[in-house]
């Protein structure tokens, strides 16, 4: 189980933003990161009546259960349970999921994993670029009604080399709907 804070900045990108970003960043020499998300709520929105964000993620290596929690503009409390690739896809065929860390959290908000239901997948890929300013992440995904690229900075105390680095490179700031409001059609 982890438990981290994170404070996220993103921008959507176009197509053509989206490639030079890919060879300014050098992305044909990074390892791709290929991710399927699957989003769930129950029947009747709790979770986003909380405003919570709840996935499944499956990567070229295991699988984990993550439950965003927001605290602050551009910060959420990520919750996650971390499982082997073989049991996430056997927790989604079932339609069951771990009795850890994540499940003690929904109960805190009156939720019950027998009541998840999925509403929503999408599959991404992935170029993260470490840098000392904080974590720089180039994302396609690819949702039921179509592709989005996003350009997304983790980071610690300091934003200015978000927007110093967009101005850099000619991009203005395009606010984007979470990846779950994404994946379910949701404008949020």
């Given at each position: 189980m982890s438990k981290e804070l994170e404070k996220e900045l993103k921008t959507g990108l176009t197509e053509s933003e989206y490639h030079h970003l890919y060879t300014f960043l050098q992305c044909d020499k990074r390892p791709l990161i290929s991710q399927e998300n699957y989003y769930f709520d129950t029947f009747d929105n709790q979770l986003l009546n909380h405003k919570l964000g709840l996935r499944i993620r499956l990567d070229d290596t295991h699988g984990e259960f993550t439950l965003k929690v927001p605290v602050a503009e551009h910060e959420k409390m990520e919750i996650t349970d971390i499982f082997s690739l073989d049991l996430g896809r056997a927790y989604l065929q079932s339609n069951t999921f771990p009795n850890g860390h994540v499940v003690q959290e929904l109960r805190?908000?009156?939720?019950?994993?027998?009541?998840?239901?999925?509403?929503?997948?999408?599959?991404?890929?992935?170029?993260?670029?470490?840098?000392?300013?904080g974590l720089w992440v180039l994302d396609k995904s690819y949702f039921q009604n179509g592709i989005t690229y996003e350009l997304e900075f983790e980071y610690e105390t300091n934003t200015k080399p978000f927007y110093d680095f967009l101005e850099k490179h000619g991009i203005l700031f395009k606010a984007l709907p979470s990846k779950l409001a994404r994946a379910v059609n949701r404008q949020a």
């Open positions: 805190h908000y009156n939720i019950s994993s027998t009541n998840l239901i999925q509403i929503g997948t999408l599959k991404n890929e992935r170029y993260e670029i470490e840098t000392l300013d």
